[in-house]
């Protein structure tokens, strides 16, 4: 996994779609085919040893509205208190730039591209950790 700080912007691309999280004009995240735009952007905010997540465009964070699997992802103005991801690495065989993105506290709910769907627009959300590819998540500097 990438060291967390607070400045460079990152990609997070879904390993297995190999799409890129991305926040919607309405504010929900998606997985899209990369444009290099800033809403494809996010910054890790190091929090107690573990990150809270913003966008480069809007500057809002990663949010759910409960921890109920199948949760869509959003970003809200949560900037007094985030919410709080773990960054786990998702086996022996992964390398250092890839995780899974767990809500603190909860290791088994995490970030996953509805359904594997490749297709561009689709849901993120939260969901029950099964260890498929569509929950592991790339991240690459973004600004270099």
């Known amino acids: 996994m990438p060291a967390v700080e607070a400045s460079p912007a990152y990609y997070l691309q879904c390993v297995g779609t190999q799409t890129f999280l991305t926040i919607s004009s309405d504010g929900k995240c998606t997985a899209n085919t990369k444009d290099n735009s800033d809403a ?7 929090r107690a040893g573990d990150v809270a997540i913003h966008n480069k465009a809007s500057g809002t964070y990663l949010s759910f509205p409960s921890l109920a699997s199948g949760q869509r992802m959003a ?12 960054l786990v690495a998702p086996g022996e065989a992964c390398d ?37 590819k569509n929950q592991v998540w790339a991240a690459t500097l973004a600004d270099q």
Do not use: N, R
């Open 96 to 132: 250092q730039y890839q995780c899974v993105i767990a809500v603190q506290g909860k290791a088994d709910v995490v970030l996953d591209v509805s359904g594997s769907d490749k297709k561009s627009g689709t849901a993120v959300l939260l969901y029950s950790k099964h260890g498929g």
């Open 75 to 86: 970003c809200s103005e949560q900037t007094a208190s985030p919410k709080i991801y773990q």
């Open 40 to 46: 494809q952007k996010w910054y890790f905010d190091a």
